[in-house]
């Protein structure tokens, strides 16, 4: 990796303002493989180094990911005015200014959203070429049948004059209680697709993005870092090799 600006490296991992880490620095409280480093314009690979702040080790990665259990009332942004962006649910730990959704969920809907620091892997993990699954939990005003299958399956339905791909509709006890599982993410999909059926959805939720499942245990409103398991299943998933 090429060397980097120790006040930007520790500003990307969340230390503190550059006038704050110029400050650190300047006190004596920044060592780089022990050796203590006063000039905040230092460079180094941080790759490979060993570094501590205040005698706190710091671990390096290049990008960021969360899972967000998100609640309705809240607009898949980082900075929309016009809303109530879904950063504003974020404990101050997770705060960053470069925090991407990685598509988006209407406003009434909950469940799973993923945050990445990584453009590169959002691109891909909501692009159609790479048919990353989302499923959903919906409910709908009346009872889904074997015929909403059968359509869904053989991706003759139709948005706008285009073709969607293959779904798979699972009806269980109560067909007004389903689940969707779609490989696209065009604007306000799942309700289009009900509504093209003549149906309406009354409430959605998505229950997983690719690998990745909602967690039980995870209250809505609430967020977590990935696992190195999961990051690495979601580069896996669309062919890109894992990162930190």
């Known amino acids: 990796m090429a060397r980097e ?25 920044i060592t ?8 905040a314009s230092f460079k180094f690979d941080p790759d490979q180094a060993r570094i501590e702040v205040a005698g706190e080790p710091l671990v390096y990665q290049k990008f960021f990911y969360l899972l967000l259990n998100k609640p309705a009332g809240y607009i898949t942004s980082t900075k929309d005015p016009s809303g109530t962006p879904i950063t504003t649910l974020l404990p101050e730990e997770f705060w960053r200014n470069d925090w991407m959704p990685v598509g988006r969920l209407d406003k009434d809907t909950e469940g799973l959203l993923l945050l990445t620091t990584d453009g590169e892997l959002l691109h891909r993990l909501t692009h159609p070429r790479w048919k990353v699954t989302k499923r959903y939990y919906v409910e709908l005003a009346s009872p889904a049948t074997p015929e909403d299958v059968a359509v869904f399956a053989a991706g003759t339905l139709e948005l706008e004059g285009e073709p969607l791909q293959p779904a798979e509709l699972h009806l269980g006890s109560d067909p007004r209680k389903v689940e969707l599982v779609i490989r696209e993410g065009r604007f306000h999909q799942v309700k289009r697709m009900f509504a093209a059926r003549g149906n309406q959805v009354t409430y959605l939720k998505r229950l997983a ?19 190195p398991d999961e990051i ?13």
């Not at 006040?7 to 880490?21: N, S």
């Open 232 to 244: 690495k299943a979601l580069y896996e998933a669309v062919g890109l090799p894992s990162q930190k």
């Open 209 to 227: 993005f690719g690998p990745l499942w909602l967690p039980p245990d995870l209250p809505i409103g609430a967020s977590r870092e990935l696992t």
């Open 32 to 39: 780089i493989n022990g050796e203590i480093i006063t000039d």
């Open 5 to 29: 600006r120790l006040d930007k490296v520790l500003g990307h991992l969340g230390v503190g303002t550059r006038k704050e880490i110029h400050r650190l620095a300047r006190a004596g409280l």
